[in-house]
């Protein structure tokens, strides 16, 4: 008997504006469930807004978006998506501890769930350090363990790797692939091109358009490049 596996993700005919601006033009697209997939792009290439449709805080002007058969934004996901944006949503003047405190007793989470997700972050040395007072890069992980606690089965993470030192990211791309390993499914932009190898899958944006969707081996093969980079400019120059 065939096994079909649903979706984490699945984008159908999107169209979205930010403002007076069309950022997402008859976008499809199918994200699978228990891969590190990575959404790269150029600047303004609307990665953040498909994301936003994906948590379901985007008003769009058509087209659907489902997440595990759900429409995105239903109360029914709340707890089963987590969602870093590329603004630290936590509080300056909580410890790291409080702040994984509140929110896990918002969330309904188990108590334990905050020592996993600082350990999982890197962040049990300042677990009593005000959250203000941290560097920019350790703010990004308090934000990160947020999005953790509860073990969400969808993880959107938008550049979450920014400000981070070589090791820090290194150690993150190992986290987030142990946790697709252990059946998360992860959505995480980046314009930084060497990140784009560490992925499962890879969706090229440019333009509110997917440039191409495959392995980053698929890719280089179809583009007969040896890097992502030049496979995005060659992906480009194809289109022009
Ligand atoms: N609140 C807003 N009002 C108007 N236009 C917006 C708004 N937010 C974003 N835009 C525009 O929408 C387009 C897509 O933005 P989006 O944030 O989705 O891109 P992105 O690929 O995530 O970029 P970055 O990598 O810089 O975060 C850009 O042209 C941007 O200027």
């Known amino acids: 008997?065939?096994?079909?596996?649903?979706?984490?993700?699945?984008?159908?005919?999107?169209?979205?504006?930010?403002?007076?601006?069309?950022?997402?033009?008859?976008?499809?697209?199918?994200?699978?469930?228990?891969?590190?997939?990575?959404?790269?792009?150029?600047?303004?290439s609307g990665k953040t807004t498909l994301m936003r449709a994906i948590v379901g805080v985007q008003v769009v002007q058509s087209g659907s978006v489902?997440?595990?058969?759900?429409?995105?934004?239903?109360?029914?996901?709340?707890?089963?998506?987590?969602?870093?944006?590329?603004?630290?949503?936590?509080?300056?003047?909580?410890?790291?501890?409080?702040?994984?405190?509140?929110?896990?007793?918002?969330?309904?989470?188990?108590r334990a769930d905050v020592g996993r997700v600082l350990e999982a972050t890197d962040l049990g040395p300042n677990a009593g350090q005000l959250t203000g007072s941290l560097s920019g890069g350790q703010r990004s992980r308090v934000s990160l363990a947020v999005a953790l606690l509860g073990s969400p089965e969808l993880l959107v993470l938008d550049e979450p790797t920014?400000?981070?030192?070589?090791?820090?990211?290194?150690?993150?791309?190992?986290?987030?692939?142990?946790?697709?390993?252990?059946?998360?499914?992860?959505?995480?932009?980046?314009?930084v091109m060497d990140e784009a190898?560490?992925?499962?899958?890879?969706?090229?944006?440019?333009?509110?358009?997917?440039?191409?969707?495959?392995?980053?081996?698929g890719l280089l093969a179809a583009t007969g490049t040896t890097d992502i980079e030049a496979a995005f400019l060659t992906l480009i120059e194809e289109r022009e």
């Open 66 to 110: 489902s997440v595990f058969g759900q429409p995105a934004g239903s109360a029914s996901l709340r707890r089963r998506v987590g969602y870093v944006t590329q603004e630290a949503s936590v509080y300056d003047d909580l410890t790291v501890r409080q702040n994984l405190d509140y929110f896990r007793a918002v969330l309904g989470a188990g």
């Open 1 to 44: 008997m065939e096994h079909f596996v649903e979706p984490a993700v699945s984008v159908s005919d999107l169209h979205a504006r930010r403002g007076s601006r069309k950022v997402l033009d008859a976008l499809s697209l199918t994200i699978p469930a228990g891969l590190v997939v990575g959404l790269i792009g150029p600047s303004g």
């Open 162 to 191: 920014v400000g981070l030192d070589p090791v820090l990211r290194r150690d993150l791309w190992a986290l987030f692939h142990r946790l697709a390993a252990g059946g998360t499914s992860l959505l995480v932009s980046s314009h």
């Open 197 to 217: 190898a560490r992925c499962d899958r890879l969706l090229l944006m440019r333009g509110g358009e997917v440039l191409a969707d495959d392995t980053p081996d």
